[in-house]
């Protein structure tokens, strides 16, 4: 499946800002879907993860203050994002893996990844 993410750019600290991942190349119903992200000289970390019954998990960093969310009939799945702060920043992944049925944590289970959308937070 190809994933096309967008949505990323340069804003302030608490401003908001969401994203979407396009999902095209195979039924996007079944899947599990996971928003990641890797800023400069660290490793990808999870962010979010939601499955196609409406399960989700948050990274205790982003609880609260993120929002996953899909539209399986726009094969489609956003991350909402407020309070934005200065650590944020990164370039954010979407990914999807089949043959779950609840949010993944672990980048290693994803079958796709798309190519990343950078999101930068000044101070």
């Known amino acids: 499946v190809q994933l096309q993410a967008s949505g990323g750019g340069l804003v302030q600290a608490g401003d908001s800002l969401r994203l979407s991942c396009a999902a095209s190349g195979r039924s996007f119903s079944g899947s599990v879907m996971g928003w990641f992200r890797q800023a400069p000289g660290k490793e990808r970390e999870f962010v979010a993860s939601?499955?196609?019954?409406?399960?989700?998990n948050y990274a205790h960093s982003v609880e609260g203050r993120f929002t996953v969310s899909r539209d399986n009939a726009k094969n489609t799945v956003y991350l909402q994002m407020h309070m934005l702060k200065p650590e944020d920043t990164a370039v954010y992944y979407c990914?999807?893996?089949?043959?779950?049925?609840?949010?993944?944590?672990?980048?290693?289970?994803?079958?796709?990844w798309g190519q990343g959308t950078l999101v930068t937070v000044s101070s």
């Open positions: 990914a999807v893996a089949y043959g779950y049925n609840r949010p993944l944590r672990s980048p290693t289970l994803y079958d796709d």
């Open positions: 939601i499955t196609s019954s409406g399960s989700i």
